[in-house]
Every structure is written in C-alpha cells, then in structure tokens.
C-alpha cells in the first residue's frame, strides 16, 4: 500500500511535466466556480485520511508485533508502544530518549512516519485545484470587407465626388474609422459581444513613384506632351504651378496606337518642389515654366517635374481585436524609394487602380484657393492637392498668403520620394474607404460582407497540479515507504513466531505481570512510580514470542508460549 501511494505521486508528477491535467477543464460559471473546487478539496482530504489511517493500522500492528519478538529493552517496548498513540506523543517519546536512550531509532522512525502522515494531510487540500485561465476557440462571425474586388468599380463608378471628403478623415477617432489604419484596409467585425481576436483579410495600399523625362512644354499654349504609357503621347493642360506646389494632373480615356481605349493606373502629377536629383540629369526632366506677374517686368523662372505614381495592392491576414474593430498586427509595407528615378511605364488592366487614380485627379473638386497672374495664367489646385500637400508638410494656405504679399516663387522645400509615395498611398486608401462607408445610395461601393475566423477568449476552469504540495507528498510517501520497511522488518520477519501479546496496554501489562515474576520483582524495587523511575528499572532485555511447535503445525491446539532469557515462564 506504501508502494501503491508514491505511485500515485510518481503518476501525478508525469503529468505535471506534461501538463495533462489540464485536459479536464469546466466552463466558469458561479455554479461550476463554487461547486466543483469544494468537491476536489474535500474527495483529496477524505482520500488521504481515509488511505493514511488504513496504512497507519496495519503499519503499527506489524511494527509492535516485529518489536515484541526481538530482543529488546522493556523501556523499549513501552516507549515504541506510547509512540504509536499519536504525533504528540510521539515526540514526547524522542524527547525521553535524550534522559534514558533505551529506542532513539525506533521512536525517531515512529516521530517521522506520522509526521509524515500530518504531511499529506496538510498538502492533501491543495495537491489538485481548479484554476481559472484564459482560454480561447475558433469560430466564424460575420465581416464587413474593407478591400473592394475589381468587380465592384464598373465603368459607371464615380469616386470623384468623395475626394473632397478626403481632409476629414484625419480628424476621426479610431472608433470611426474602423477599417483603416494608415494605408491599410481591413475587414471589419459586425459583432461586438465575442472578447478576442480575428483573423481578417488585410490589404496595404502602396505607391511607386518615378520621374517622367523628355516632357515638352509650349508656354503659349500653357500645354504639354507628356509620354503617356510605353509608347503613346498625349498633350495635356499644364498650368504653371506657384513655388513647392504638387498638382494631380486630370486625364481621361484616350485611344492608344493600337485603337483600344486604355487608362494609366495611376496618379499623374506636377510638382514644383526640389527634388535633390543629379544635376547631369536636370535638363531631361526638368520643365521651365514662367510665372509672369502684372507691374513686374521679370517673370519668375519656375522649374517644374512631371512624375508619375503607380498604384498596387497587398493582402495579408491581419489581426483584429473585435471590441474595437482597430488592427493590432503591423502590416508589411514594400520597400520604400530612397533616391528619384525613371520610371518604366507599363498597361494595367486592373480596374480599382484606374478608378482611384480618375477620382484623384477628379478637377472640379477645387480647394477655392486660386495662383491668378496673366489672364492665361490662372491655376486652382483640387483638394486631392491640397489634402497630398498637407500629408508631405507642404500649406497650400501658407503659400496663398506669400503670394498675396508679392512672396517670389523660390522653392525652399526638398520632396523624397517616399513622402510622396506615402501621401499618394494615403489618399488612395482613405479614398477607397470612404467610398465603402457611404455605399452605392451615396456615390460610393458597396463593401459586400464576408466571414472572419476569431479566436474568441473566455474563462474556463482547468484542474491544476501544484508542484511544491506534490514535492513534499511525494517526499513524504517515499519516507513513509522506507519506515515502514525499517520498522516492520519486511526482510528479516521470523515467519515460524509471533509476538505473545498484539500490544502492550494496561491488560497486556498486568497479563504480563502476572505470568513474570522477574518483572514483578524488579518493578517492586521502584519506591516512587514516577516516568524516569519506571523507565530506568525497565532497561532489562524481553522477548515475547509464542512459538508455534511441530504438534500444532500437523493439527495440535496447544500454545507454546516461550520467553527470552531473564523472562522465565
């Protein structure tokens, strides 16, 4: 049985190492929460109390019998057989060894094995318990789709109108603009009531911008032509920008040389701004444009650049926390342009790019602030232009004031591009949210829905195995194990004697009295009965063993009761 409980323990350790136990869990509820944690404390104390008491029985019955049938002192026999009564009595018993040794073993063997006993009482409450945890599952919700398939912009989608909502969309909270962050568009969650996370599809906006070279400009027409794709041209209206102005240039469909109607996907722009490019390479692209003003005789000289942005798309899975709808996982941004280069033109058939592209360069969305010089000479930026400078660091409003006072047009601001590339993307991707926030019934697209995978979180109960309660039960049932093998002599029992008395008591002791006259002599020596005097006049050898003789072994009744020396019958 000793065996069988540091089993017990060795099975409840494996399973703290691979954390088996926490396969049984409950659901948190305040029932399960003050119900089963009461019913785990109570069966483990029952077990043990019940499983201790059943092992203390037989192990001190063979303990006193094995004592009884060795050659030991009588002060032996009376200490071991008081140990037994209990732990108290137990320790009183060591503590006398310290003025008669007569058992400093045996009674020390006694002392730990029911100390051991408190032990796996005390620990036994707290072996197993219910914790609470966080857990978590996977299941399906509905979503609103942040990012609109190609099938939704058609050729009588226009996104125009909503450019100028554009400046708005910085100023609204996260709460609001649930769905967007940054240049991502992210699905979004119709619930609410799940707490955890959702896996969603996340798509990044992301813009590569790149000088166009070989631009001709005609002054007189206020005209230029522009290459317009791998080998088409086309002339376009270009206006003379003010001084670190960017202006998104309006385009529509034209016929390239193969007949077919085709669009750029992308955003074609002016900008006026410095760009920090090799000066060996400023004659190709840069464009001189003159800014003539009434009662100055000098015009301005302005040096304008034409590039070109195109526009792509990347979807990830991102991951949304679903009582806030805001995107938690970063999401991936491609490699941003460190130095302006040439840009390699190249056809799209990708409808959204188009879309997005005609809708920035939409020109009746005027910002209301207007660069008037000569008569021929009046430029109006949109708000897509406004809104792109504002997101570079450039104040259109700021500018309009400089002019007012007769401010020259000297270009102080140095443009990168990727403060470009960023802005463009921006735009874009605010752009196409805000065309899925208003809907079809408001000149925008219908999002569509879809389904999200969420990992949902709640708290459960799981049973738990504490390590340091299992360390010193464990340890304690290892002891127990040794002791009882110490104290019963499992190895070295007679098998063919047996003590004469099952213990000593008051009875077994006046039964004894009586069948020994040398005991009785000798503790009629003792004038005051007290524990010491007792003790000491008890320090003489006894044996008691009934010896089973060939007779009984074939079928007699008759005992031999038989004593060591110094204990006659």
Known sequence: MHGMLVMIHIVLLFFYVRH????????????????????????????????????LFFTQRLA??????????????????????????????VWRQTDIPASWWTTSAVAAYLASITVLHVTSSTLLQFQTFNASMTTSVPTTLGWLDDSSYSYLTDLGPITTS???????????????????????????????????????VASSCGLVPNVTYSANTSTAIVPFGPIATRVINASTLWSDQIHIIPWMEYEDSYGGVSKLAGVYL?????????????????????????????????????????????????????QTNSLLSPTSVSQPSTQWEMYQFGWSNTS????????????????????????????????????????IGLNLTEESTQFRDNSPPISNFTLRPDELEFAVARAAAQLIWLAGQMGTANGGIDPGNGT???????????????????????????????????????????????????????????????????????????????????????????????????????????DSLSWCSRLPS
């Open 20 to 55: 088996w136990e926490h396969h049984v869990t409950f659901a948190f509820t305040p029932t399960n929460n003050d119900f089963w944690p009461v019913v785990l404390s109570a069966s483990l104390q029952a077990f043990y109390t019940i499983y201790t008491a059943v092992l």
């Open 64 to 93: 006193i019998s094995r004592t009884l049938v060795r050659r030991v002192k009588l002060t032996a026999v009376h200490d071991i057989s008081g140990a037994w009564a209990g732990l108290g009595s137990a320790l009183t018993g």
């Open 166 to 204: 554009l400046p708005v969309v910085n100023h609204l909270t996260g709460l609001v603009s649930a769905g967007l962050s940054n240049t991502t568009l992210y699905d979004t969650l119709k619930t609410t009531a799940i707490a955890g996370n959702a896996t969603v599809n996340a798509t990044t």
């Open 270 to 322: 002016m900008v006026s701004t410095l760009l920090g490019i090799d000066p060996s390479v400023q004659d190709e692209i840069a464009v001189n444009m003159t800014w003539t003003i009434p009662d100055i005789a000098t015009p301005y000289v302005i040096q304008v650049y034409f590039v070109y942005c195109s526009l792509s798309a990347n979807t990830t899975d991102g991951v949304v926390n679903m």
């Open 352 to 391: 959204w790019q188009t879309q997005i592209g005609s809708a920035l360069a939409t020109p009746d969305s005027s910002s209301g602030i207007t660069f008037d010089g000569t008569p021929s000479q009046i430029t109006e930026l949109s708000v897509a232009d406004e809104y792109i400078m504002s997101l």
């Open 452 to 558: 999200a995978y969420v990992n949902e979180e709640f708290i459960a109960l799981r049973l738990n195995i504490n390590l340091l309660p299992l360390a010193f039960a464990a340890s304690a049932s290892v002891i127990m194990l040794g002791l009882a093998l110490h104290m019963t002599r499992a190895f070295h029992a007679s098998h063919d004697s047996q003590a004469a008395i099952p213990n000593i008591g008051v009875l077994q002791l006046l039964w004894l009295g009586h069948r020994s006259t040398f005991i009785n002599e000798v503790l009629e020596d003792v004038q005051h009965p007290t524990e010491a005097n007792l003790r000491r006049a008890g320090m003489i050898d006894v044996c008691l063993t009934k010896t089973i003789s060939d007779k009984e072994e074939f079928g007699s009744s008759a």
